[in-house]
């Protein structure tokens, strides 16, 4: 997914229910809203398009609207910092260049991700999934259209992943070429759509009938997060030097946020790591190992004690309070006496 850009965003959040009778009374607090409501969002972006996020302003209930900064931690003296743009290009009244409190919110992801949606295929057949991956990564949508056509593509390769369950898949799409001809105008050429689905039923024609119906599915439930981040290394060490390298260079970004005259506090009020390991993202394999390198390096960057011990836990002396809350430490609370 592409990330948001350095800039100020002002857009609303609310309550979204996907057939809501227009003759329902309007929620007016959140405890009204029935138990099929999601949150959604009215910030046309790619980032929450791909999210499935993205709805008309009128269709939010309860909306708040949020201003969102993305940037790195600036300096008191920027000038975006003293008065910030927002991306209509009007200035934000919000006081950035006042001091403020500030969370540091680390995902052991970002570290060495994983994409669930990729793995349960590529574990099944990983030329089926390589394929897979390709044709829905080299598609192409116009900006201003962003939303309409990433929705058409999704529809038009599930009629044509479905086309792949047949035997003969050459006799299945004839009743399809409507939509194989949609499909390849996503492309830049009409003959690179041609050549990625012909790499995709190649593929599938390889697999038994039971595994070829199994990729299709998981393919089809797969389209709308086939384009997170997932890391591909070719052995555990590569993956774990390639991870340790980030956390060396997170650290030394720390450090030097830390040094600098910015407008946070020296400090984060409070740090919090995400293992994201249950949905699948983070490698069980690895997240404990990266959590302890983790701690470690929070300790060296925000703890006063000077104690070098490997985390937190060990060093009696710390000013870091570290609460586990996953597994058996489930439902563990902050001591803030």
Request: with cysteine; aromatic share 10%.
């Amino acid at each position: 997914a592409d990330q948001i850009q350095d800039g100020l965003y002002r857009y609303n959040v609310g309550a979204w229910v996907s057939q809501r009778n227009a003759h329902d009374p309007i929620p007016t607090t959140f405890v009204d809203l029935p138990e099929e409501a999601i949150m959604k969002v009215d910030f046309r972006h790619k980032y929450y398009y791909e999210d499935n996020t993205t709805v008309a302003p009128d269709e939010l209930i309860l909306p708040k609207e949020v201003t969102l900064y993305v940037s790195e931690l600036p300096a008191t003296d920027s000038e975006e910092a003293k008065s910030p743009l927002l991306t209509d290009g009007s200035i934000s009244d919000d006081d950035t260049t006042k001091e403020q409190e500030w969370i540091l919110d680390i995902c052991l992801d970002y570290f060495l991700c994983r994409n669930p949606w990729f793995d349960e295929i590529d574990d099944i057949d990983a030329e089926f999934a390589a394929a897979f991956v390709a044709m829905v990564e080299q598609a192409r949508f116009s900006p201003s259209q962003y939303q309409h056509e990433y929705e058409k593509f999704q529809q038009c390769m599930t009629v044509v992943l479905r086309s792949v369950l047949h035997i003969n898949v050459d006799d299945s799409i004839s009743n399809d070429d409507e939509r194989l001809t949609i499909l390849q105008q996503f492309y830049e050429a009409s003959s690179i759509g041609e050549s990625l689905f012909q790499r995709l039923t190649e593929t599938a024609n390889k697999c038994s009938d039971v595994d070829r119906s199994k990729l299709v599915q998981l393919a089809i439930d797969a389209l709308p997060s086939v384009t997170l981040p997932h890391d591909r290394y070719v052995n555990d060490d590569e993956a774990l030097k390639s991870a340790t390298m980030q956390i060396e260079a997170m650290e030394a970004y720390l450090r030097g946020a830390r040094a600098s005259s910015s407008r946070y506090r020296a400090e984060p009020m409070m740090i919090t790591v995400a293992r994201s390991t249950d949905d699948g993202f983070t490698p069980k394999e690895f997240v404990d190992i990266l959590q302890r390198r983790v701690l470690g390096m929070v300790q060296r960057v925000f703890c006063r004690c000077g104690s070098n011990m490997p985390h937190p836990i060990s060093c009696k002396g710390c000013c870091l309070n570290t609460v586990f809350d996953y597994g058996e430490w489930e439902g563990s609370e902050l001591d803030l006496r």
